[in-house]
C-alpha cells in the first residue's frame, strides 16, 4: 500500500464520537470562549506577579536603606573645684539629652588610672533608634548621676568624638546693690518784683510840655517884676 497515496478521513464535526483534536481552527469553532478564559487567568496572573513584585521591592528599599548611625562620644569625668559636690567614681549613670528626651545612657569606668565615660546618643529614627533624638545639628547635654555637665555637644551622624566632661558651674547670683536715690532739692519759689512801669511816649511829652508851659509862666513873672 502507498502510504503517500493514502487519504485520511475528514473530521466528521457532526458526529459527536469522533474526537477532534483541539487545534486553533477546532477551538475557535466548536469553543469560543476558552481562548478568552485562558487570556484572562494569564492577565490576572500577571498583574498579582506585578504588584507583589513592586510591594516587596518597597518593604526591601524601607528594610535597607541606610539608617542614621548613632553618634558615640567619650572621654574622661574631671572634677571641678567650684564643685566639691561631685567627685567622679566607677558606677555612676552617664546620660545624653535631646530636647529633654533621654536618647543615651551608660556608665563610667576605670581605665589608666582615670574614671572615663563612653556613650552612644540614638538617632531619630522608629527602626533601631529612638523617635525625636539625634538628627544633624541637635544639641546633646550630658548629665553623670544628675549633675549637669559641660560641654554641650551638636549631635552628627556617625560621629565619634572625644570629649572630657566636667561638671558644669553653677549660677553665679548677682550681688543686688542697693541704689540710694540722690537728694532732690525742692527749688524755693522767689517772689517776682513788682514790674517796673514805663510811662508811655504821650505821658512823656505832656509832661515836658507841663514843665515848659510852667518855666515860662515863671520867666513872664519875673520879668513883670
Given at each position: 500500500?502507498?502510504?503517500?497515496?493514502?487519504?485520511?478521513?475528514?473530521?466528521?464535526?457532526?458526529?459527536?464520537?469522533?474526537?477532534?483534536?483541539?487545534?486553533?481552527?477546532?477551538?475557535?469553532?466548536?469553543?469560543?470562549?476558552?481562548?478568552?478564559?485562558?487570556l484572562s487567568?494569564?492577565?490576572?496572573?500577571?498583574?498579582?506577579?506585578?504588584?507583589?513584585?513592586?510591594?516587596?521591592?518597597?518593604?526591601?528599599?524601607?528594610?535597607?536603606?541606610?539608617?542614621n548611625v548613632?553618634?558615640?562620644?567619650?572621654?574622661?569625668?574631671?572634677?571641678?573645684?567650684?564643685?566639691?559636690?561631685?567627685?567622679?567614681?566607677?558606677?555612676?549613670?552617664?546620660?545624653?539629652?535631646?530636647?529633654?528626651?533621654?536618647?543615651?545612657?551608660?556608665?563610667?569606668?576605670?581605665?589608666?588610672?582615670?574614671?572615663?565615660?563612653?556613650?552612644?546618643?540614638?538617632?531619630?529614627?522608629?527602626?533601631?533608634?529612638?523617635?525625636?533624638?539625634?538628627?544633624?545639628?541637635?544639641?546633646?547635654?550630658?548629665?553623670?548621676?544628675?549633675?549637669?555637665?559641660?560641654?554641650?555637644?551638636?549631635?552628627?551622624?556617625?560621629?565619634?568624638?572625644?570629649?572630657?566632661?566636667?561638671?558644669?558651674?553653677?549660677?553665679?547670683?548677682?550681688?543686688?546693690?542697693?541704689?540710694?536715690?540722690?537728694?532732690?532739692?525742692?527749688?524755693?519759689?522767689?517772689?517776682?518784683?513788682?514790674?517796673?512801669?514805663?510811662?508811655?511816649?504821650?505821658?512823656?511829652?505832656?509832661?515836658?510840655?507841663?514843665?515848659?508851659?510852667?518855666?515860662?509862666?515863671?520867666?513872664?513873672?519875673?520879668?513883670?517884676?
Open positions: 500500500m502507498n502510504l503517500h497515496n493514502r487519504h485520511l478521513p475528514s473530521a466528521d464535526y457532526a458526529n459527536p464520537n469522533i474526537p477532534l483534536l483541539l487545534t486553533g481552527e477546532n477551538m475557535n469553532h466548536r469553543y469560543p470562549s476558552i481562548q478568552k478564559h485562558i487567568s494569564i492577565l490576572r496572573c500577571l498583574y498579582v506577579l506585578l504588584l507583589t513584585a513592586w510591594l516587596l521591592r518597597l518593604e526591601t528599599t524601607r528594610l535597607w536603606a541606610a539608617p548613632p553618634a558615640t562620644y567619650f572621654g574622661a569625668v574631671l572634677s571641678d573645684p567650684s564643685v566639691p559636690d561631685f567627685v567622679p567614681a566607677v558606677g555612676m549613670t552617664v546620660r545624653a539629652e535631646i530636647n529633654g528626651k533621654s536618647c543615651g545612657q551608660s556608665t563610667t569606668f576605670s581605665e589608666n588610672s582615670q574614671i572615663v565615660y563612653r556613650i552612644l546618643v540614638e538617632e531619630d529614627s522608629d527602626i533601631g533608634g529612638i523617635p525625636g533624638c539625634g538628627v544633624e545639628g541637635a544639641i546633646v547635654t550630658f548629665f553623670i548621676t544628675e549633675q549637669l555637665m559641660q560641654p554641650i555637644m551638636s549631635w552628627s551622624d556617625g560621629i565619634i568624638q572625644e570629649i572630657p566632661l566636667r561638671p558644669a558651674l553653677p549660677p553665679t547670683s548677682t550681688p543686688t546693690s542697693t541704689v540710694t536715690p540722690k537728694s532732690t532739692l525742692t527749688p524755693t519759689a522767689t517772689p517776682a518784683s513788682s514790674p517796673i512801669t514805663v510811662p508811655e511816649p504821650i505821658t512823656i511829652i505832656l509832661f515836658s510840655m507841663g514843665l515848659a508851659g510852667l518855666g515860662a509862666r515863671i520867666s513872664l513873672h519875673k520879668r513883670k517884676s
